[in-house]
């Protein structure tokens, strides 16, 4: 093993020791590049009307194959982002292990990986509750293409059973093209 890659990885333990992992949510990818939903990269060129186009046609193709009856767009989006679909959603797992996997089993092999720590604590990313659209704070967002800023952390009933064995939660962007600032 490269002493680089051992360095990192004590490195990497040596904060898991010192932070609760329960104050965390982690993403994994293979660089340090922006944490942008993958509808919001410039090589999708977002419109939100081409944005809802491609949602509409994910679901009418993924009906006659889904098991179980989905009852909202925030649990279509999940089914469409883990089946890698352009969604404005970003996957984050609670746990870090997952996130070092994903790191380090993602393209380009060339970079070095990166884990992102996302702290819960942060008053700036609010928590829906995607089954009647409640927003922590109050109201209701139901539509979550009817979102034009802002960042906030969803968690769909498990429409795939990766997103339970990733122990997969989701952060969902107002506007897709604006990177969420998380250190890495």
């Known amino acids: 093993m490269p002493a680089a890659f051992s360095d990192h990885w004590a490195e990497f333990w040596v904060w898991l020791d010192a932070h609760p992992a329960s ?9 340090k590049s922006p944490i942008v939903p993958k509808i919001g990269r410039p090589a999708y060129r977002y419109a939100p009307a081409r944005e809802r186009e491609l949602h509409n046609s994910f679901v009418r193709a993924a009906r006659p194959f889904v098991g179980v009856p989905l009852s909202s767009d925030w649990e279509w989006l999940a089914l469409a982002q883990h089946h890698g679909a352009p969604t404005r959603l970003a996957d984050w797992s609670t746990s870090p292990l997952v996130a070092a996997w994903f790191a380090v089993t993602s393209y380009p092999d060339a970079t070095d990986a990166a884990v992102f720590a996302l702290d819960l604590t942060r008053v700036d990313i609010e928590r829906i509750d995607t089954a009647p659209g409640k927003r922590a704070s ?7 293409f009817e979102m034009a800023n802002g960042v906030y952390l ?14 997969g939660i989701f952060t969902v962007h107002g506007d897709p093209r604006v990177a969420l600032d998380v250190p890495g």
């Open 23 to 31: 104050a965390f949510l982690f993403r994994g990818q293979a660089d």
């Open 138 to 144: 109050g109201g209701t967002l139901k539509d979550p």
């Open 154 to 167: 969803i968690e769909t009933a498990p429409v795939s059973a990766r997103i339970t064995t990733q122990r």
